[in-house]
């Protein structure tokens, strides 16, 4: 199943919700990110632009993006971007094609 890296802002409403009961949003994320067929795999809080990172399996870009416009939607996230992710296999993969694909750059 493809995978793909979550890093989610929090607006400062739900930082101040946050402070006031501090609780794992990951137990609360993983039940929406099953309904739409996929797998919560690990999470983190994390420093600088964004406040929480993680790694999620997801059926198809289709329903990684679903997550994405009902996370934004809530109004609870200032930003939210998603990533996929290619294993080694299939990075080294797309360079062998890259290889031979015959791409020249402008002259």
Same mark, same amino acid.
Not at 22 to 39: D, F, Q, S, Y
């Given at each position: 199943?493809?995978?793909?890296?979550?890093?989610?802002?929090?607006?400062?409403?739900?930082?101040? +919700?946050?402070?006031?009961? *501090?609780? !794992?949003?990951?137990? $609360?994320?993983?039940?929406?990110?099953?309904?739409?067929? @996929?797998?919560?795999?690990?999470?983190?809080?994390?420093?600088?632009?964004?406040?929480?990172? +993680?790694?999620?399996?997801? *059926?198809? !870009?289709?329903?990684? $993006?679903?997550?994405?416009?009902?996370?934004?939607?809530? @109004?609870?996230?200032?930003?939210?971007?998603?990533?996929?992710?290619?294993?080694?296999?299939?990075?080294?993969?797309?360079?062998?094609?890259?290889?031979?694909?015959?791409?020249?750059?402008?002259?």
């Amino acid at each position: 199943m493809p995978q793909y890296l979550l890093q989610v802002a929090y607006e400062p409403e739900a930082w101040a +919700a946050m402070l006031k009961k *501090p609780h !794992n949003r990951l137990n $609360a994320v993983r039940p929406v990110v099953e309904k739409l067929g @996929g797998k919560l795999d690990v999470g983190w809080f994390s420093f600088g632009d964004y406040d929480l990172v +993680a790694i999620v399996e997801m *059926p198809d !870009n289709t329903s990684a $993006a679903a997550f994405s416009l009902a996370a934004s939607a809530s @109004g609870a996230i200032k930003a939210i971007k998603t990533t996929p992710l290619l294993s080694l296999e299939e990075g080294i993969e797309a360079m062998k094609k890259a290889g031979k694909s015959g791409y020249r750059p402008p002259k």
